[in-house]
């Protein structure tokens, strides 16, 4: 019986795929990924791709030690879209029959460090995006934020906190917009 995941050179025929010693690429058989940029840097990190994703021209970064980086079966992730996994123990985790249009940005940290008094103030902090989840053009969704099941961001919001299930929000910071609602592909 054949493996379900893809083999390794198969997923770099159409991407540039990076991945230092110590880290797990797992990326299901039946995935579309292309044109994507893949790096995964430190150790004991791990990628996981679930059946049915479709990616193109995607940034995925994983940069430090015991991160995960998840997207959910059957996502749809679109051009300029990056996706950033950082630092220590941080979870981004997008759950399945999600959308991210275009240009949207997903970071589990800051990428530098903050400090006020000799102590950081800006820590990296997972982000967890429900199922069916839409991430209209030129989302961005900053660490700590939850996304939950059939919510929709509206272009160019800025997701900084938690947005309920069902909900649509829009604008810089996010804010609701209408609540009770699902979406159709």
Known sequence: ?????????????RNKVRVASGNELEVARDTR??????????GGN????????????VQLEIDGEGCELRIGAETVIGEGCYLSCRESGTRLVIGRDGMLSRNVK???SDG???LAG??????????????????ADSAIVLKG???GDN?????????????EAGNVVAGNPARVVKEGVTWLR
């Open 151 to 163: 919510a929709v961001v509206g272009i160019a919001s800025l997701v900084t906190g938690k947005v």
């Open 118 to 135: 000799g102590q950081r103030i800006n820590p990296a902090r997972s982000i967890t995006i429900g199922d069916h989840v839409w991430l």
């Open 33 to 42: 990924i292309r044109h994507c940029r893949i790096s995964i840097k430190g």
């Open 106 to 108: 997903v970071m589990t």
């Open 46 to 57: 791990r990628l996981v791709i679930e059946p049915g994703a479709n990616l193109r021209g």
């Open 145 to 147: 934020a939850t996304i």
């Open 112 to 114: 530098h460090e903050i």
């Open 1 to 13: 019986m054949g493996s379900t995941l893809m083999p390794a050179w198969r997923l770099a025929l």
